[in-house]
């Protein structure tokens, strides 16, 4: 049996009537069960998200990463490409672009 458990800390009880969390998944569930149970916890316990936790292998991850990488070097090249030139004819206003 996997357990988890969610205990309100005692700071934030006057914020709340929930004290605790528990659930529990069993041991014959398969991954992406135990996931969907895992999303279900996290939103029980506050959390607020619009969406799915998802596995991906590391190269995937490492894929994503490699275009979140260029898709910034392109946004930036281009965002620059258009500044304002100073009075010595240098392109003084680049920025960081953030995606």
């Known amino acids: 049996m996997i357990k ?5 800390p005692a700071d934030e009880e006057c ?3 929930m004290r605790t ?3 529990a998944v069993n041991c014959e569930a398969n991954l992406y069960e135990i996931i969907e149970v ?5 939103k029980a316990s506050g959390y607020a998200f619009d969406g799915q936790i998802e596995l991906i292998s ?5 894929d994503e990463a490699e275009d979140k990488a260029m ?6 090249h281009y965002f620059n490409l258009f500044a304002e030139p100073d009075k010595d004819g ?3 206003n680049t ?4 995606l």
């Open 95 to 98: 920025k960081d672009v953030e």
């Open 90 to 92: 240098a392109k003084g």
């Open 21 to 23: 969390i528990d659930m």
């Open 58 to 62: 590391k190269e995937e991850a490492k």
């Open 71 to 76: 898709l910034q070097a392109i946004a930036e």
């Open 4 to 8: 988890l458990n969610y205990t309100v």
């Open 38 to 42: 895992f999303s279900d916890f996290l």
């Open 15 to 17: 914020y709340t009537a």
